[in-house]
């Protein structure tokens, strides 16, 4: 025996629980096969819960099958209070539930808990299911109409291959499946109120708003006499319960803007269903359509016709009931309804084909907005802090690349809050600032985000909208060297600034994204200073992914393509013999072209042909002051005479869309930075520009790319500061033919898993199935949506210290407005015009 955790639950066993009603031939059948599957018998434990019977039929099932416990219920408590009731007295750390007019195959538990072995987010598994005789199709995939009625769209059909493939389910029937013990009765396991039929459902539906996985596993097999035990009591009994029940789980189950579109439409829907399908005239009570005669108190009607109404009374029976576990389901909810529609499969399934009733079906349908609301994609907002003009820099090429992918998927928009003078036919674009957010983000289900949104946008800060936090970029350090000419107090005020504000997003992130393992690293222990490495997020998954991955920086997935040469008989003084070295993208103070230039003054001397090129000095967003070694590296490059015949500065800034005929006119790619820490967490974007256009590449040690260049032959790595070792490796990367080859050939099969389709992979997933972290929910953060009603209030600020106008500042424009303001506040105390 395996011995029982504190909590009386035995790692590795497998409880499976059968409820019987009058039914105890089936029952001590499927008790036998149990018997049978390959699984542990020391780790497999048989109850059965028998609802008050009354015919001996648990007795027999104790003398047939002594392996079993029977528990005797005494009431017919239906399938959701047995299976409760079995599950009270379970101990195993799996429970698995089976009708007991089932059977299993012989792998039905074994592959179930290989599934949950395989990750941790896996609460529930839902066994593919088959008739008895193996042939048709009894579930695959649980599909969910808009008015809450469970089906099985397969159902019926002869099995086949393509229904042996794994993916995640709205839930699984009752009638096989699996659910770890611990979530099970996390929950509150079955819902009573149900007694039978679509308890399964509202399981998997509460499961899933929870950011559970309910996983379809087809090789758990079982098979089943369908509805062998309903039949000898009445359909019109089963249709009362499967409309009430349907109703039950639309109240508790929906947000509040679907409920208020779907409860009104599904209770006149259970009606002329009802009535419909009993055939029954309903204008027998008009006295427009049906004048005169019939004073009668009474009319006969089929009880079938009885249960949509009677279904509409009992829900409002149950609402006194029903009000608090909606209350506790809408406020820990980790998914909104409309993450959760695209595994309803068909939402807008009308299910039954009599001609009143589909004519009523589609007019509700469209009085009440239902398929525009439930069959919509997944809304995302992409916003960046970078202006969107043709000539862009990395953050806002990232944001246009991220917009671009998730747009095949989902309904996408873009906003800048720095301006936008572009467009794209596949995603909406546009500027927004401050207040003039609000719209979209109250549009948006998932919010990803550069910079300094949550300044701008502080209402999201407490609302419970899904945030994506992209710090690829770790501006922080960057500061260190950017804020050095603001003074002591000015550089001190905007790391400090810089910092609280990416601690806030690190709090209040549901997910992150970050470009390198050991930047990944560098976040997880700042994380861990904020308090987000705690319980609930590890027990979610163990690795942290869910919490943070990598998605570095990408290259587009089609190759450039020149349109025109940009350098070569172009730039005066490059011609076609030239021997072209690029530097991508600005200079910035954490940047060495000092040591560059320098290595190219050696290198003319026996390579006069040799050329540098410098794609951009001025930054497209007006916010970003000129850095002081840009401006040391022209002296530089003029005081050795180099300007204009060796080194060449591109003044303005490359259109993003033109940047492939500059790489193409390069021999060869360079990046050369100063060995500091903003090196050592850095992501150089430029160098992906690089492996898209094919061209070696030469770096300076420090940074990660420097590490994938030499651990992948894509070119040449030097120490910082070296000229000789830059000018040597120039020369091999210029003039090697061999190496040249060599490296070119590793940059092509290097640079496939730089796709950006591959790189957003994580973004992909998430964005397919978004969730609040589940720290940022159970008893913290209420369910709280952007309230339609709610305006932000504009503040008046007449007089505001330096910290107050820096947070102001950071709200009109991040980091950068920062450093305009604080740069020109300088200028005005000490009297300069410029430099």
Request: contains cysteine; aromatic residues 10%; charged residues 25%.
């Amino acid at each position: 025996m395996t011995a029982q955790t504190d909590a009386g639950t035995r790692p590795g066993v497998v409880s499976v629980i059968l409820v019987n009603y009058r039914g105890d031939a089936d029952t001590i059948t499927c008790l036998r096969h149990l018997l049978e599957v390959d699984w542990p018998a020391d780790r497999l434990e048989l109850i059965v819960v028998d609802n008050d019977s009354g015919d001996g039929g648990a007795d027999r099932i104790r003398h047939a099958v002594p392996q079993a416990h029977v528990i005797d219920a005494g009431a017919n408590t239906g399938f959701a209070g047995g299976c409760n009731l079995g599950v009270a007295h379970a101990t195993g750390e799996f429970i698995g539930f089976l009708n007991n007019d089932a059977r299993p195959d012989a792998r039905w538990v074994s592959a179930a808990v290989e599934a949950f072995a395989s990750d941790r987010q896996i609460a529930a598994v839902a066994s593919k299911v088959l008739d008895w005789e193996g042939q048709r199709v009894d579930y695959v995939d649980g599909s969910l109409t808009w008015y809450g009625m469970g089906y099985k769209r397969e159902a019926e059909r002869p099995d086949s291959p393509e229904y042996d493939k794994p993916k995640d389910v709205l839930f699984g029937t009752g009638a096989a499946m699996f659910v770890r013990a611990d979530v099970f009765r996390a929950v509150g396991g079955f819902d009573e109120r149900f007694f039978m039929f679509y308890e399964d459902v509202d399981l998997g539906w509460r499961l899933n708003l929870l950011a559970y996985r309910f996983r379809y596993v087809p090789t758990s097999l079982a098979f089943h006499r369908h509805h062998v035990t309903m039949k000898k009591f009445g359909d019109f009994r089963e249709q009362y319960l499967l409309e009430r029940n349907a109703l039950l789980a639309l109240y508790k189950n929906l947000d509040d803007e679907s409920l208020a579109r779907a409860l009104p439409a599904a209770m006149a829907l259970a009606v002329r269903r009802s009535v419909a399908r009993a055939g029954v005239d309903t204008s027998i009570l008009d006295l427009q359509r049906a004048p005169g005669g019939d004073a009668e108190d009474t009319v006969s009607v089929p009880k079938a016709s009885l249960a949509g109404p009677y279904a509409i009374d009992y829900l409002t029976e149950q609402l006194t009931t029903l009000m608090p576990s909606r209350e506790a389901i809408q406020s820990n909810r980790r998914r909104s309804d409309r993450q959760l529609f695209p595994l309803f499969r068909q939402a807008i399934e009308p299910a039954f084909a009599v001609e009143s009733y589909l004519e009523a079906h589609e007019v509700l349908v469209s009085a009440f907005g239902i398929a525009e609301h439930f069959q919509g994609r997944q809304r995302v907002l992409v916003v960046t802090g970078e202006p969107l003009f043709k000539r862009m820099a990395g953050p806002a090429i990232r944001a246009w690349e991220i917009a671009n992918v998730l747009s095949d998927r989902h309904d996408v928009t873009l906003v800048s809050t720095a301006g936008c003078e572009v467009s794209s036919e596949r995603f909406n674009v546009g500027h927004a600032t401050g207040y003039d957010l609000w719209p979209h983000t109250r549009w948006a289900d998932v919010i990803v985000f550069q910079g300094f949104l949550l300044e701008g946008a502080p209402w999201l800060k407490t609302s419970n909208k899904i945030l994506v936090a992209d710090i690829y970029d770790p501006i922080h350090l960057e500061q260190l060297e950017q804020a050095k000419d603001l003074g002591p107090n000015g550089r001190a005020a905007s790391i400090r600034e810089t910092t609280r504000i990416l601690n806030e997003q690190l709090s209040r992130a549901d997910f992150l994204l970050c470009a390198s393992e050991k930047q990944r690293d560098f976040w997880l222990g700042q994380l861990a200073g904020q308090g987000r490495i705690n319980a609930p997020v590890y027990d979610e998954d163990e690795s942290l992914s869910t919490l943070i991955d990598v998605v570095p920086f990408g290259i587009p997935d089609d190759p450039p393509v020149q349109r025109r040469s940009a350098i070569r008989d172009v730039v005066e003084g490059i011609d076609g013999n030239s021997k072209v070295i690029l530097w991508g993208g600005g200079i910035y103070n954490w940047f060495d072209p000092l040591t560059l230039i320098h290595a190219v003054d050696r290198l003319k001397d026996r390579h006069p042909e040799v050329r540098l090129f410098f794609m951009g000095l001025k930054h497209p967003n007006p916010g970003v002051p000129d850095m002081r070694v840009a401006w040391e590296g022209k002296q530089l490059a003029d005081r050795l005479g180099l300007t204009g015949r060796h080194v060449f500065f591109n003044e303005g800034w490359v259109p993003y869309e033109e940047r492939a005929d500059y790489l193409l006119d390069a021999d060869l790619g360079v990046s050369t930075h100063f060995n500091h820490v903003e090196t050592a967490f850095s992501f150089r974007t430029r160098i992906l520009d690089y492996l898209w256009a094919g061209l070696p590449i030469v770096a300076t040690d420090g940074d990660t790319f420097a590490g994938l260049i030499g651990s992948h032959g894509l070119g040449e790595v030097v120490p910082a500061e070296d000229v000789e070792a830059l000018e040597r490796a120039l020369e091999q990367m210029l003039y090697d033919d061999e190496a040249r080859g060599h490296a070119r050939a590793n940059i092509a099969e290097f640079a496939e898993e730089y796709r950006w389709s591959k790189v957003l992979a994580p973004l992909m997933e998430f964005c397919d199935a978004p969730r609040r972290a589940p720290d940022l929910v159970f008893g913290s953060t209420p369910y709280r949506p952007l309230d339609p009603s709610f305006t932000p209030p504009h503040q008046e600020a007449p007089h505001l210290s330096d910290l107050q106008l820096l947070r102001e500042y950071f709200r009109a424009g991040g980091m950068r407005e920062v450093v305009t303001r604080a740069s020109g506040r300088v200028k005005r105390v000490v009297g300069l015009g410029g430099r």
